[in-house]
């Protein structure tokens, strides 16, 4: 049976750190900005974590909402690419391959989650940042869209050590860098074909909604949170 | 032998292609000459063409090729989609469409040169008249026993400077 | 009141209309340097964008599409000029549009052309577009022919390879009369390209018979072009531009656009070659109430499309039509309706204000304005996605400014060595049926 892999994310666990965006720039060699390009809204973050206010001070609320791809199954950046440089995979990640894409940007102008990250100049990173690069990840060249992958470098890893040991996976063996680094234990990753896994029961509780789920993208990253 | 003969007036030039056609002289050995195109009535001078044929076989082959080619295209991926499917004529339609019209277009104008003449290879030795502005000059290709006749009529007709020219 | 140029002895009409072909006079040339060093500027500009990277420009995220991406539909936009005189004008057998012709039949290829190089232009990895071609490779791969840009991409083709035949085939017979006085390699030149025409009845009537097809051909094509351009929008989820109107509504502003541009171009080359007699009042009156007449079906369309949205008050389109209406790009919107809409009708709708001159100002605003219509479909909608926490502004550099300058120099120098070389009236054309009184 093949994987299909799916993200949980309690809100109501999630305090807005922002350790899962300091681990994706990590894992991902995520080029680093400088602050005027900042302000003209090039900043790349696979992960965000979007806040929303309400009330008025002193009484007011905060809810904090990390946003990442969802890997829809329905993708509306799919069938736009015309050089076919994102397509579905059979273990239902939303794939972007670099070296296809040339840059024609429909991909992001119809994704409804604003998830995808362009590179406008080639990377750079202040010293000593790019001794820290992942071998694992390419680095993208100026022209190319990028996005989260799910950390499938960790994906391709976990399945290799497992057929390597011919064992089957273990659920939460693999860990997005994400997942791993979050302090309140709010994400949880794993196979929404196995109905054992912890995604799966998340992903089937009361208490799952997808983001924007009237689209009918189909995302696999279910936000966990008390029914009103 | 090439008679050509000068006229100024479409009626004349009518009645002379009429007067010529009764005498036996076929059409296709007959050619007018004119800066801009004279607008014949019915029956004078017809030229059968197969342009629209033409075009519309065209535009089918090459909508239909385009069509197949797309198909083969996108099912040579074997991609998974959670959504839309991988080949569907909503979204070839537009494809199709547009080359059926580059079929139908290409089709038209090759065609025209074909049709016209100005492709094919030319017979240098057939005369062509140089045409002044406003004349509509009139040739008329004849083998000897029908000469004479077609010199009278195309005087009677009053036709201006009638040349003769033999063809080796 | 001048005499109709149907009056005029052919030897004069010869002679006007192959005056313009002479040696070019020193206002060309020097207008020829001047649009030259503004295309090698956005050249140069162009070449900083493709060696830095797509940085160089105002674009961000979110707004990834930009000037290039409103400067490629404004261009493919105005190339519908020649297709609507020519085409639908011969097909419904309007004498008046005899001088017209060629003028905009050129307008069309030129901007095909120009319109054509944004999407290699916009691109992030410019040097790769071929990728979108679909051709025999070892990667065993082929484009995404379900993606709108493919359509794009057959769609402008044809529509190119439809015009440039379609410009070719009553150039031929002048060609053919051309290439008898004239300097030497000019002669050559016009010898091969009238083909070796003759002037024989059966060269008319084929050439006839493809006219007429290829006008009902081109016709179609040309609909379905800039229906295909709005469909990469419009194929799109983002707001305010998911919407069924797109396809009609880009055909009619290109068609809108397309006569202002034509109006510009006959209204100057009437005052630069001398052709008073043949681009009469009575031509510029007719094309000014066409040009009305879109001015009123573009405002119908924009009205129904903006109306739908305010009614529905749907929260993420709602965030749109406010930037638009109230926010940011407030003054483009009102600046647009102000060009498109209330001068045409005052200038043009008002008899007594309606002259070549009101024309060419009319034509200008609408140009002007048609150019922000494009602009403000592509920047809002960007700007405020389903996710506003995704907002964003869009700001551009001079690089892209000068890329767009460089298109409408392009456009002129392409237009001025066409004047130069090819008559702008068809001699032939314009002989066979004479002109009416003005």
């Known amino acids: ?228 | 032998m090439y008679l050509m003969a000068d006229f100024r007036e479409q009626s004349k030039l009518e009645a002379a292609i009429l007067a010529l056609k009764a005498a036996g002289i076929d059409a296709d050995d007959m050619d007018v000459f004119s800066e801009e195109p004279v607008e014949f009535h019915r029956g004078i001078l017809d030229r059968p063409s197969r342009m629209s044929l033409v075009a519309v076989l065209g535009a089918i082959a090459s909508g239909g090729l385009a069509t197949a080619g797309v198909y083969a295209a996108q099912h040579n991926y074997r991609l998974v989609t959670g959504g839309m499917p991988v080949f569907s004529f909503w979204g070839t339609g537009v494809i199709t469409y547009e080359t059926t019209m580059l079929g139908s277009v290409l089709a038209t104008f090759g065609w025209f040169l074909w049709e016209s003449g100005l492709l094919r290879k030319r017979d240098k030795s057939i005369p062509v008249p140089t045409v002044l502005p406003g004349v509509m000059c009139l040739r008329v290709h004849c083998s000897d026993p029908h000469v004479t006749r077609a010199r009278q009529i195309l005087d009677s007709a009053g036709a201006t400077d009638i040349a003769r020219k033999e063809v080796a | 009141m001048a005499a109709s140029a149907g009056l005029l002895p052919y030897a004069k009409i010869r002679e006007d209309l192959f005056r313009p072909l002479s040696k070019g006079s020193p206002r060309y040339w020097i207008t020829i340097c001047a649009a030259m060093s503004v295309i090698i500027l956005g050249m140069a500009a162009w070449g900083i964008q493709v060696r830095d990277g797509m940085g160089v420009t105002g674009l961000n995220r979110p707004v990834f599409w930009g000037f290039y991406i409103v400067d490629f539909v404004f261009w493919i936009g105005i190339s519908h000029a020649g297709t609507l005189i020519s085409a639908i004008l011969r097909l419904t057998d309007a004498a008046w549009r005899k001088p017209v012709t060629r003028a905009a039949e050129a307008i069309t290829v030129f901007c095909l052309m120009i319109g054509g190089m944004f999407p290699i232009i916009h691109l992030g990895r410019s040097w790769l577009f071929y990728w979108l071609i679909p051709y025999p490779n070892p990667r065993l791969l082929w484009p995404n022919f379900r993606s709108p840009l493919l359509w794009d991409l057959v769609a402008i083709l044809t529509y190119v390879t439809g015009s440039v035949i379609y410009l070719y085939l009553p150039l031929i017979p002048d060609m053919a009369q051309l290439a008898e006085h004239n300097v030497p390699w000019r002669r050559k030149l016009y010898r091969i390209l009238s083909l070796g025409w003759t002037g024989s009845d059966r060269e008319w009537h084929a050439l006839e018979r493809a006219m007429k097809l290829m006008a009902c051909i081109i016709l179609a094509v040309a609909i379905s072009v800039h229906t295909v351009v709005s469909w990469d929008f419009a194929m799109s989820i983002a707001p305010m531009w998911h919407s069924t109107i797109f396809g009609p509504y880009f055909v009619v502003g290109a068609i809108f656009s397309g006569i202002a541009a034509l109006l510009l171009v006959m209204g100057t080359l009437r005052r630069a070659l001398g052709l008073e007699l043949y681009l009469t009042k009575h031509h510029f009156n007719n094309l000014s109430k066409l040009l009305l007449l879109m001015s009123l079906l573009w405002f119908y369309f924009t009205f129904a499309e903006y109306q739908t949205v305010w009614y529905g008050n749907e929260p993420s389109e709602m965030a749109v039509f406010a930037s638009k209406i109230r926010g940011p790009y407030a003054p483009f919107f009102w600046t647009m309706v102000f060009c498109n809409f209330v001068v045409p009708f005052i200038l043009l709708g008002i008899r007594k204000l309606r002259t070549i001159n009101t024309a060419m100002i009319a034509s200008v605003c609408v140009l002007i304005g048609m150019w922000l219509e494009r602009y403000l479909i592509v920047a809002p909608t960007l700007g405020n996605p389903r996710m506003n926490a995704a907002s964003g502004v869009y700001v551009p550099t001079w690089i892209e400014f000068a890329i767009t300058a460089a298109t409408f120099a392009g456009m002129l120098v392409l237009y001025l060595l066409f004047a130069k070389l090819f008559p702008m009236i068809a001699v032939w054309e314009f002989k066979a049926h004479p002109v009416e009184e003005n």
């Open chain 1, 1 to 228: 049976m093949e994987h299909r892999w799916g993200m949980s994310i309690d809100l109501d666990r999630c305090t807005g750190c922002e350790a899962c965006v300091v681990a994706c720039h990590a894992e991902n060699n995520l080029p680093v900005s400088s602050p005027d390009q900042a302000e003209k809204g090039r900043t790349a973050h696979w992960i965000r974590v979007d806040r929303y206010y309400e009330g008025e001070f002193p009484d007011v609320k905060v809810k904090y909402r990390p946003v990442l791809c969802q890997q829809c199954d329905n993708a509306p950046c799919e069938p736009v690419c015309p050089t076919y440089a994102t397509y579905h995979n059979t273990e239902g990640l939303n794939v972007q391959v670099y070296n296809r894409c040339v840059g024609t940007f429909y991909c992001a102008n119809n994704c409804p989650y604003t998830v995808r990250f362009f590179n406008w100049f080639a990377p750079e990173w202040p010293e000593p940042l790019q001794l820290q690069h992942n071998p694992d990840v390419a680095i993208r060249p100026a022209g190319v869209m990028e996005k989260c992958t799910f950390c499938v470098q960790r994906i391709q890893r976990g399945k290799r050590d497992a057929a390597v040991e011919n064992r089957p996976l273990a659920d939460g063996e693999i860990q997005p860098a994400c997942v791993q680094s979050c302090p309140a234990e709010a994400m949880a990753f794993g196979d929404l074909n196995d109905p054992e896994s912890k995604v799966s029961k998340l992903a089937g509780s009361g208490r799952a909604t997808p983001l924007l789920g009237e689209l009918g993208t189909k995302p696999k990253v279910f936000y966990l949170e008390r029914a009103k």
